[in-house]
């Protein structure tokens, strides 16, 4: 039986996520993102169409390294201004009864303490239906706005984050009981003290002595997502993570991501299908494929060079405004994005990208591949990059809100259902539950 090609729609609490520029498209109205009804609207149709999850990214700082200032950030809307993920997710969850939210949070700015309530509640309140997408961080300008001259190193980050999941696992697994909760009204019990324990944890970054604040959620911990491709990020994931996102713009780039994160889950000591594998792209569809070809060639015309190039500076740390747009780019190593470049030497070594190239190629979706055609032609491309690459599914990042949404739940998720790739119905429970078939991890 051919595997089940998955869905997350790739978000942000913003006006320009992963298309720079699109936002000035006459459909688009992104600009509605601080209307609740622009995010409830978006939870009924993703659940509509099946999907596992609306995947929040987020970042804590502004994409000022292009020009050394965060003037094009602002001026085109690039991931700027930028509210809270976190407050979405009651309002998205009141409107639907299964899709998932996988919220990210950046580790080194939130303690482990107040993070794990605030994830224990929206777990609650979801009834098991949160993610926590685990990153690391890579702007210096968060790091700075929270009274750090800059971000840790790229490995120093990781080891803070080896630690702060050992925190947040005492936290949420060890320090209540299943029955610590007792209710009991007659004898004005409401938990027994004896079944809730501190967890005295002292380490090189957290010192947290005391017991977790709130009661047992339906996940205990949430599902956990995670990002990172590096070496470092790939052992991290492979100790920690459930699904992991990977981005690139070929199947070569995405295939090695996803056989490299396979084995290291084995190597240390998991089953490597265990792992879910989402990598980003956007489909661009229509009934036609000539009405699709004439959509993506409209979206082109609203790329943003300037907004593409600002984005590509703050994910790699390398200011682009210094290099003429003919100029070719290669891998540049940087504790900002350390992927980010090499994906595209990857894609083909004897390719050499200008920066123009690049810029126009994440000025649409991002890093990952773009898949136009009709409905029939867009399942054969889903279909042959989840067989080619081993990965199980698509963080499906957008053009125009919500009509890229749109056009994917009404065309293209039928005829993948039609040919039985694609799921007619969730499974009760949590997210995890969904996708693993099991509550707790």
């Not at 999907?51 to 990214?57: G, Q, R, S, V």
């Not at 190039?309 to 190593?333: H, K, N, Q």
């Not at 979706?365 to 080619?388: I, T």
Request: charged share 25%; with cysteine.
């Amino acid at each position: 039986m051919p595997k089940l090609i998955r869905f997350n729609a790739f978000q942000m609490n913003t006006v320009s996520h992963q298309s720079p520029g699109l936002w000035t498209h006459p459909r688009d109205n992104s600009h509605r993102y601080t209307d609740p009804d622009h995010w409830t609207e978006l939870a009924q149709l993703l659940e509509r169409g099946r999907f596992d999850a609306i995947f929040l990214a987020d970042v804590l700082g502004v994409y000022d390294v292009y020009q050394g200032n965060a003037d094009a950030a602002l001026r085109h809307a690039v991931q700027a201004p930028l509210n809270d993920p976190l407050a979405l997710v009651p309002l998205m969850s009141q409107v639907t009864r299964h899709l998932g939210f996988g919220v990210t949070c950046a580790l080194p700015y939130e303690h482990p303490y107040t993070f794990a309530r605030r994830m224990s509640t929206l777990d609650h309140l979801t009834r098991g239906r949160i993610g926590w997408n685990i990153v690391t961080g890579y702007l210096d300008s968060a790091a700075r706005n929270l009274g750090m001259n800059q971000q840790l190193s790229h490995d120093e980050r990781y080891d803070l984050a080896d630690e702060y999941m050992e925190v947040v696992y005492k936290l949420w697994e060890q320090s209540w009981d299943d029955d610590a909760v007792v209710n009991d009204k007659e004898r004005g019990v409401y938990t027994d003290p004896s079944r809730v324990h501190p967890i005295n944890h002292e380490g090189r970054f957290y010192k947290v002595p005391g017991f977790h604040l709130s009661e047992p959620s339906p996940q205990r911990t949430p599902l956990l997502y995670q990002a990172g491709t590096s070496p470092r990020g790939t052992a991290f994931a492979a100790r920690h993570a459930e699904c992991t996102f990977v981005s690139g713009p070929s199947k070569k780039v995405v295939k090695k991501y996803a056989d490299d994160l396979r084995a290291a889950v084995r190597a240390a000591g998991r089953d490597g299908g265990d792992l879910k594998i989402y990598a980003q792209a956007l489909i661009i569809t229509a009934p036609t494929e000539a009405e699709a070809r004439a959509k993506h060639e409209e979206y082109k015309r609203h790329i943003d060079i300037e907004a593409a190039l600002a984005l590509l500076s703050g994910w790699t740390g390398v200011d682009f405004s210094r290099f003429p747009l003919d100029a070719t780019i290669e891998y540049i190593d940087s504790d900002a994005g350390r992927s980010a470049l090499a994906s595209f030497s990857q894609a083909d070594p004897d390719r050499k990208w200008t920066v123009r190239e690049a810029a126009e190629f994440i000025g649409l979706g991002g890093r990952g591949p773009v898949l136009v055609g009709d409905p029939r032609q867009v399942a054969d491309q889903l279909e042959s990059w989840l067989d080619d690459t081993g990965i199980d599914g698509f963080n499906l990042a957008f053009a125009v809100a919500h009509e890229s949404m749109r056009d994917v739940v009404d065309l293209v998720v039928p005829e993948l259902q039609q040919r039985g790739r694609y799921q007619r119905d969730y499974s009760p429970g949590t997210l995890r539950h969904q996708l693993f078939g099991r509550n707790r991890r």
